[in-house]
Each structure stands twice: as structure tokens, then as C-alpha cells.
């Protein structure tokens, strides 16, 4: 079981009931019900991604951490789509992980079961798809282009201000070198990415690089 470091369960649930309540003083009502009918869930959902990252303790969350806060917000306002389909709740748990850590992942986004956010800030996720350990680093960008959106195979990593846009497959094992754009675009997979002299993609092989981020 998850170990929760600085609180108890009740504490966490509290704690995030609480924030949610000075954040968006409105009138609703029975807010905590709701969240504590799913935190189970979002934990175990986020003990699963934690175990799996070689820079963090197995089986401990922080909500301190706020890597690891950003990611736990996620999964509760995705577990709360799914099972309660409370919208107004979902968006508060949203706007609030948008607001404290600077990352805009909306709640029906199905985020892969692995990722890892290096630093949360200005990260910016359209409905896509996204494979196994996805490591994602500040004001990286997946978005849609005429109302396509990328395809991103497993152990794929974005590094600073690189972006997936489109009608982009960007495959197994792709590293998308910092400030790099991939637009509209195939990548082989299994390799670096980076910009050319005249602004072409070129692409590097490289075998491995998510293992230094994950344990597999």
C-alpha cells in the first residue's frame, strides 16, 4: 500500500477538499463524499506510476513533491470522470492543478498508466494518444492541428519547449531534443530528434534513453 509521507489518507483528502474549497468558494456542496469515493483509486492508480520511475522511492508519495502532486491530481480528476462524471468537480481538481503547478491536463485526457513530469510548469496536453513511459519536461506541448491529433508511442521523452503537434506518429523510443517542433511529421522511433541547418527534423539513432527515467 501507498505510503503516504507527511499525512494520513484522511489527511490527504482534507488537505485537497480543503484546497478546492479556498480556491473556488462556490455554493456546492458535498465535495469531500465525492472525492473520498475515489481516492483510493487515484492512489493506487498513482502508486503504480511512482514504483515505476527510478528517481523516486517505491511505494512513498509526497504531496510536497509536486511533480508527484501534478500527477496524483491528474489521476483523481480522471478516476472522478470516470466514476462520477461530476464535471464541476473534475474542472475544480483541474483548474487546481492547473493553477498550483502550472500544467494544463484536462481530465478526460487518458493519460498513459507511466509518465514522468520533470518539471511541471507550462506543460500543455491536447486529447491524444499517449503510450507507456512518457517523460515530459517544462513547456513541452501536444496539441491538435485542424482537429488532428499526434499519435505517441511508448518511452517517448520531450524535453524543454519541444512540441508534438498534428497529424504527428512519433514512435517507440523517439527523444524530442529541447525546442524541437514535430509537426505534422513521422519520427522511426528509437531515436533522437533534433533540428537541422535548413530547419528539417533529423533524426539520430539512439536505443534506450527511457531507461534511465523508468524501471521496466
Known amino acids: 500500500m501507498l505510503k503516504l509521507l507527511h499525512s494520513s489518507r484522511e ?10 474549497e479556498h480556491f473556488f468558494p462556490d455554493e456546492q456542496s458535498g465535495t469531500k463524499p465525492i472525492l473520498d469515493a475515489c481516492l483510493d483509486e487515484a492512489l493506487a492508480r498513482l502508486e503504480n506510476c511512482i514504483n515505476a520511475v527510478r528517481m523516486w522511492r517505491p511505494g512513498e508519495f509526497d504531496y510536497l513533491h509536486s511533480s508527484q502532486y501534478a500527477i496524483f491530481l491528474y489521476f ?5 470522470w470516470r466514476k ?6 473534475c474542472t475544480k481538481v483541474f483548474f487546481l492543478n492547473k493553477s498550483l503547478n502550472g500544467i494544463d491536463c484536462f481530465y478526460e485526457i487518458e493519460m498513459p ?3 514522468f513530469i520533470g518539471h511541471s510548469v507550462g506543460i ?9 513511459y512518457l517523460v515530459l519536461y517544462q513547456n513541452s506541448t ?9 499519435v505517441i508511442g511508448e518511452g517517448v521523452i520531450m524535453y524543454p519547449h519541444a512540441a508534438i503537434i498534428g497529424a504527428s506518429h512519433v514512435r517507440k523510443g523517439s527523444v524530442i531534443a529541447q525546442g524541437v517542433s514535430v509537426i505534422n511529421h513521422e519520427t522511426p522511433g528509437d531515436c533522437l530528434v533534433f533540428q537541422g541547418v535548413a530547419g528539417d527534423l ?4 539512439q536505443q534506450d534513453a527511457v531507461d534511465e527515467y523508468f524501471r521496466r
Not at 462520477?84 to 468537480?89: H, L, N
Not at 533529423?202 to 539513432?205: A, I, N, T
Open 84 to 89: 462520477e462524471g461530476d464535471k464541476r468537480i
Open 113 to 115: 498508466d507511466i509518465f
Open 76 to 80: 483523481l480528476a480522471n478516476t472522478l
Open 124 to 132: 500543455v496536453l491536447a486529447k491524444a494518444t499517449y503510450g507507456n
Open 11 to 20: 489527511g490527504l483528502l482534507t488537505y485537497v477538499a480543503t484546497q478546492l
Open 142 to 150: 501536444v496539441g491538435k492541428n485542424h482537429g488532428i491529433a499526434p
Open 202 to 205: 533529423v533524426f539520430r539513432s
